[in-house]
């Protein structure tokens, strides 16, 4: 065989057959050929979901500190992708993998990453990116439309118009709500006076222009942290990012907005605060429930609030008129984010940030002189972002060979997995599910059958009693029992990542039953279509079969509560 990490001499003209030239010859097929085969053997190849390797290990295999120096064949470099890489990522496509909002992707995708790369378009500008600026803000239009339903003549009037922008593509969810937030910021300090507006006076002086001590982001306890990151990049202060409960359906509880939305009003003089912007999540992370998006968008309006709903999670859902309903208000939004690498079924990573209002962009939009000139068509000047990949393709061409009645089964076939995974964890008896799920995330924790029933009769006893001594030490059981379940449960899934046949992720949450305590949570996103009844069954089993193993070392401590000899854990 021969020796493999071969060197070449650079030489200018090996370096230039390393590119496409019409007229010679290449190795571009050849190779081509040879990674096909090796991105197929990747999904063929049997075994644990995470490689066995040690994450030291690995940082044994890619310690080395010097950048390369001799070019090497191309040939080398593919098997030390084979064998230190591909072998060692994630199967985040094995059906037994229901942990996170990455799934299999349909392999047309790697396809389409081809093209994308091929033809190396950057979206910034006309002169980089022809016919895909147009593919871009087509794709665009088609969620806008899904949304805000405007009239045929106003898409036929705005899809290609490019003095403005129905929205921008960007490179994930994060760019998306910073996009949201960066305008909802124009819009809450805009130009006024001798006031310049904030993006070129920045947020002191805004604040002071118009009177307030300080400008928040309101969104529920599940919001995601990108929020947070936006509030921090744009100068508001993560800590101005205002957190509002969940209700017991893990949903932005509506009363206790609105009384934090009375109590800003009732503010006076220099300490008063302006709400930058009030956030629905559609779809949250934790456990993909879907915020009351009609409640929150007549909030907004009445207080005057730009008005985001963070649908990078579920807002894909759109496509299929089943789930118009869940989702009703989101129209009432100013703008809305949703990721194409979530519901869409589209590899890493794609976003898109839609805004109501064709206009809203163009507060935030920037020229120069050398591209995305002022009077340019070049989508470029209304995006954060610089360059950017001609990502979109993914998703365009995806709806077509998809198509929505495609994504209907999809999404049906994520439903019932929802619906069967909660039915077969509660007929087992050792497990507690936590919510209805409404866009395919369920959260569960395992709880052995003794302990859940101990647990409600405890909340039947504090209900009914009107001692309140023994309310308080109830209530002091529930919890010293909750903190030793969520140890078991962090064990349980410790022990799952070791077992490697099946993959569920872990949150801690503010419980919605258990007010005010944490508990620890499986959380299983269920949108692969190749998972099924069967598999389901067995990645209970396992779980149930070593959380039973694991309840062991927990049973004692958890019987001196149950018994009234407790330490305090
Ligand atoms: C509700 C929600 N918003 C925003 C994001 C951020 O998206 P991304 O990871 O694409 O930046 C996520 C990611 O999981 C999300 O679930």
Known sequence: MRKRGKKIEANLEYLRKLFIMPDSPDKFIEFGHELLEMIHDFFKEKGGIHSSITLPELSRIFNQTAVPSDPQLIKDVLYEIKTKVTAHSVKVGNPYYVGHMISA???????????????????????????????????????????FNKSESYYQKHIQNPKIALGNVTSDGTISNLTAFTVAREKAFPPDGDFAGVREEGVQRALKHYGYSRGVILVSARGHYSIKKAANLLGLGEENVVCIPADLNHRIDIDRLYQKVKSFRREKGRRRTKIVSIVGIAGTTETGNIDDLTRLGEIAREVGAYFHVDACWGGSALLVDEYSSSLKGIEKADSVSIDAHKLLYCPMAMGLILFRNERDLNTIKQTSQYVIRRDSVDTGRFTIEGSRPFACLKPWAALKIIGRQGYGLLFKSARENSKSLKEILERSGNFETLNTPELFILIYRFIPRAVREQIQEWRKQKKATRDKTRAKEIERNIRKVNHIINGLNIKLHKALRRDDTTFVSRTKLESTLYRPQNIVVLRAVLINPLTNNAILNEIVETQNRIGMKIWKEFESAYLKVATGNSVNP
């Open 105 to 147: 992707i349909p392999y047309f995708m790697i396809l389409l990453e081809m093209i994308i790369a091929a033809l190396n378009q950057n979206q910034v500008k006309i002169e980089t990116a022809k016919a895909s600026s147009f593919v871009e803000r087509e794709l665009v239009a088609w969620f806008h439309r899904l949304i």
